[in-house]
Antibody, heavy 118, light 107 residues
């Protein structure tokens, strides 16, 4: 059974940093691209970032303006999202999602809430 | 960037009714379009990918169609568990984008 378990969310002040983790199990993690998608409270889904299985490139939403970094450790079956210079508008539930048939998302974690507030 | 516009924003329907949801792209996304269902407090679930392919375990009452810029998700007969939010997503271009969603609510 595929499982994705996010952690690392919480309350952080504007300008602060957080690192999210997503522990994967139930599939060959090193063979699949992975993604982060977020959802602000009461809002729709917003793609954040993607990384292929080999980590040879990364992609980000323009709204992040270079503040976030996606990475993965295939030896630990774990996906990461380093978030710096956080802003109130980054407040959201952050989901990790396994890529499928290109860049669709067939399995999602339960999400971790990031709240940016003073 | 491809902007996906979903319509209508909300549909009020009764169980057993047929429902058609629309997703229109600002530029061609070829066949790289998916549909997701999201219920309150839950992560999204993949329903349809590559326009018309049902994901594993998705009932046959869900179907997708379209090409280029205009796409449709059809639920042939609404079940009580189908009342939810539905999002389309395209993967033909970077950045990946989602539509704003259509809420299907009980009438």
């Amino acid at each position: 059974e595929v499982q994705l378990l996010e952690s690392g969310g919480g309350l952080v002040q504007p300008g602060g940093s957080l690192r999210l983790s997503c522990a994967a199990s139930g599939f060959t993690f090193s063979s699949y691209a992975m993604n982060w998608v977020r959802q602000a409270p009461g809002k729709g889904l917003e793609w954040v970032s993607s990384i292929p299985a080999s980590s040879d490139y990364t992609r980000y939403a323009a709204s992040l303006e270079g503040r976030f970094t996606i990475s993965r450790d295939n030896s630990k079956n774990t996906l990461y999202l380093q978030m710096n210079s956080l802003r109130a508008e980054d407040t959201a539930v952050y989901y990790c999602a396994k890529a499928f048939s290109g860049w669709f998302f067939d399995f999602w974690g339960q999400g971790t809430l990031v709240t940016v507030s003073s | 960037e491809s902007v996906l516009t979903q319509s209508p924003a909300t549909l009020s329907l009764s169980p057993g009714e047929r429902v058609t949801l629309s997703c229109r792209a600002s530029q061609s996304v070829s066949s790289y379009l998916a549909w997701y269902q999201q219920k309150p407090g839950q992560a999204p679930r993949l329903l349809i990918y590559d326009v018309s392919n049902r994901a594993t375990g998705i009932p046959a009452r869900f179907s997708g169609s379209g090409s280029g810029t205009d796409f449709t998700l059809t639920i042939s007969s609404l079940e009580p568990e189908d009342f939810a939010l539905y999002y389309c997503q395209e993967s033909n271009n970077w950045p990946l984008t989602f539509g704003g969603g259509t809420r299907v609510e009980i009438k």
